[in-house]
Every structure is written in C-alpha cells, then in structure tokens.
T-cell receptor, first 112, second 113 residues
Framework: GENVEQHPSTLSVQEGDSAVIKCTYS??????FPWYKQELGKGPQLIID?????GEKKDQRIAVTLNKTAKHFSLHITETQPEDSAVYFC???????????FGKGTKLSVKP | DAGITQSPRHKVTETGTPVTLRCHQT?????MYWYRQDPGHGLRLIHY???????DKGEVSDGYSVSRSKTEDFLLTLESATSSQTSVYFC????????????FGQGTRLTVV
C-alpha cells in the first residue's frame, strides 16, 4: 500500500523567513496530494492541494510543488507569521481508492 | 467544516468495555472516514464507508468495527476497549467524491483506563 514519509518532524523559523516541508510517497498511482494544517485542539484543515497533472500551485504565501518522477512533493510557506505555527500534514491518495494516507506531521514554530 | 459533528468530544472508559463514537454529517456526503491520531504516527485510517451499509477496513482496523445505516451517521465501535486504543479519533468526509478535499470533525479524545 501507499506509504508517505514527511520531513522534518519539527521546524523552527524566524518570523518573515520561509519554511519548507517535504514529503515522499511510494505508490506511483497516487494522483492527489493535499496539505493540512492542524491547530491545537482542532481537526486538520486543508490549506492547499495539488493533482498529478500539475507541477506547482500557489495560493498567496503558500505553494506546493510536485515531482512525479521522484515521487516527492513539498510545501513552501513564505513570509511566515506567528499564526502559521501549527502541525502540518501531507497526504496522498489515488482515484481508485480515495482514502488519504498521511505523513506523520511537521510541527512548525514561527518565532516573533 | 462540511457540517461534521463528532460525539462525544471526550470520553474516559475502562478496559474491556465497549465504546461507540458517532460521526454525523449534514451534507449528504457519500464517503466517510474514521482516523486515529497518535503522537509520532500522524493520522491513520481505521475504517471508511462509501455508502449506506458499504464499509471497508483501513490500515489499523483490528479491534474496531463500524456501521453506517444512514447516510448522515457513521459509527465507530471499540468492541472491547484496550489501553492501546487511547487516542484522538477524527471523522472525515470529502465534499464531492473520494480523492478530493476531505473535511474533518473536531475529534474525540478517548482515554481507556
């Protein structure tokens, strides 16, 4: 089955700096790659997603890139703010079996 | 949040007792999922449903059963709770079809003592 590896497990940056979180997946049939943000005591919330027919997608300060050949995708957050502090999860799924398989998460801390 | 409500939000139970968690959605979604979240493991799929009475196992299904008798409700039952099932449980449902954005409930924190 699909396996998703996520790195780093913790990331600390200064406010205004960029943050990058990387994930790799094992199943070449996976075609949907969402990123979720989870704040303390809440359920995960989608922040951006990308499909396998696209190499990059951007939404204001957040971008995701996908390299299908290498089977990895990354989340980029620019101009980080303290409210970006949270746990971020990557996930992968495929059309024939839409269940999301998650990475283990990255705890991002943005220091003012 | 796609109208997903989990109940209870917190529960403490004793080892060996059965426990049922409820997920209720108001958007008439076809697909519903149960995940558990544990430190160092992220979110792991327990069971999922692709329609009324249609369910299947996820990667950590041992010790759990599910039922879906109505579109809006997806029940997760721990048949005989063990301490290893102490966790935070999340219900999720994609808005349109599988392989699309999933909305999560607020979670149920279960402690088995």
């Amino acid at each position: 089955g699909e396996n998703v590896e996520q790195h780093p497990s913790t990331l600390s940056v200064q406010e205004g700096d960029s943050a990058v979180i990387k994930c790799t997946y094992s199943d070449s049939a996976s075609n949907y790659f969402p990123w979720y943000k989870q704040e303390l005591g809440k359920g995960p919330q989608l922040i951006i997603d990308i499909r396998s027919n696209v190499g990059e997608k951007k939404d204001q300060r957040i971008a995701v890139t996908l390299n299908k050949t290498a089977k990895h995708f990354s989340l980029h957050i620019t101009e980080t703010q303290p409210e970006d502090s949270a746990v971020y999860f990557c996930a992968a799924s495929k059309r024939s079996q839409g269940n999301l398989i998650f990475g283990k998460g990255t705890k991002l801390s943005v220091k003012p | 949040d796609a109208g997903i409500t989990q109940s209870p939000r917190h529960k403490v139970t004793e080892t060996g007792t059965p426990v049922t968690l409820r997920c209720h959605q108001t958007e008439n979604h076809r697909y519903m999922y149960w995940y558990r979240q544990d430190p160092g493991h992220g979110l792991r799929l327990i069971h999922y449903s692709y329609g009324v009475k249609d369910t299947d196992k996820g990667e950590v299904s041992d010790g759990y059963s599910v039922s879906r008798s109505k579109t809006e409700d997806f029940l997760l039952t721990l048949e005989s709770a063990t301490s290893s099932q102490t966790s935070v449980y999340f219900c999720a449902s994609p808005q349109t079809a599988m392989n699309t954005e999933a909305f999560f409930g607020q979670g149920t924190r279960l402690t088995v003592v």
